[in-house]
């Protein structure tokens, strides 16, 4: 057996030196994909340990997670490399453009981030809805692991039966025990996901999904929700746009534009989850169990009329949800957010840059917190030694590959 244990002993010794390696992160940059330093002064330190394989042929694809060696003789870094050789890079209020235009839909991206989700944080403490006097009893009841709304008695096109989110959307994160960690800097793309239940449907029934993005408010509605007995007539799925251009054409003919239209079926007293996201002007629907994935898309959005704070695109309530003329339930609530770069540094933030043949940029999760291409320029694929594959310490995880998602 001595011989043995030997031989696992050198076997270790081997991967440790010439496959992998284990690497402590320390800093905060590629938070929440992985966790290291502080997320504020006074919180408690939270390094990771990641299990890195070395490649000595590494040709990176967009998005993928990568360790960098330093110049300087410091510590390695682990970056996403978002641009890849002979492109053209430039960072744009948040949002990334390669070769002068958004991702296409189909892209592979990184996974959202969440930024509320209800089974840490209480939904009565993010979200509102909107009375319509001071003395109207509220449509919705906080169950055990659910919301209710009765919404029987809210007129069709009422704001009334909306759960409102109140926090601002910004670069906030929930780390791996769902504590959430305030953002500084307001982000443009969010999502809303749930489950939902209809219990009663009245004539006019609707179930509405809200994302809001500078002067411009989108929303997933479902729509003639009839049924006879428990089966369900054919309803529609909508995804609509408005903002102040449609809004102040003729007051008395206000009017939303209808992007997508078409026919779904929606069961009753079934639990649906489903997801209504904005990421890069891609506005997407996914439901498994009403076999829906749609996307449209837009070129830009229209900018917000009034006063906002500085650094502010867009103002008010970005995520709601709810109906009216309808009695159902909602729980598995979560609120997401895209990857948002800040424009610090002089590489791709004022103007493009164009990579070289052997040339990669790099930038860090955790934008506002991190060292980057943006500050030392492109980096040569020379000094990419190695991918994070897995955290081994202190919550054990695989890294899945973006285009595995």
Known sequence: MLWFSAALALLALLLMNYVCTIYRVDSGSMRPTIFGGRAQPDDELYDEWTLVRFRRDLKPKRFDLVVVRSL???????????????????IVDGDLFIDGRRLPEDAPRPGPIPVFDDRYQATKEYFEYKRATNFEASPWTHEIGSLGLDARDIPVGSQHGLMLYHPDLRDSHLDRQGRRHPGLRQVNDGAIECE????????????????????????????RLEYEGQIPKLSLLRILRWNPQTLSRDRDQDRRDVLVEMPVNVPRDRWIKIRFSNVDNHLTVISDELRVKVVTSYETNVPYPGRKPAGDKSIGSR?????????????????????????????????????????????????????????????????????PIAIVWPSPRWIRPVTER
Do not use: W
């Open 319 to 387: 995520v709601a949800f709810g109906g009216e003329r309808i009695r159902m339930g909602f729980r598995a609530v979560r609120v997401f957010r895209d990857l948002f770069y800040t424009s610090v540094g002089t590489h791709a933030t004022g103007r493009p840059i164009h990579l070289g043949p052997r040339s990669c940029f790099v930038l860090g999760d955790n934008s506002a917190f991190s060292t980057d291409s943006r500050h030392f320029g492109p980096v040569d694929i020379s000094r990419l030694v190695g991918e």
């Open 72 to 90: 300087d003789g410091s510590d390695p870094m682990v970056k996403r490399v978002v641009g890849l050789p002979d492109e053209e890079v430039y």
């Open 196 to 223: 939902f239940q209809i219990q009663e449907a009245l004539p006019g029934a609707s179930i509405r999904f809200r994302l809001v993005e500078e002067g411009d408010s989108f929303e997933a509605e479902l729509t």
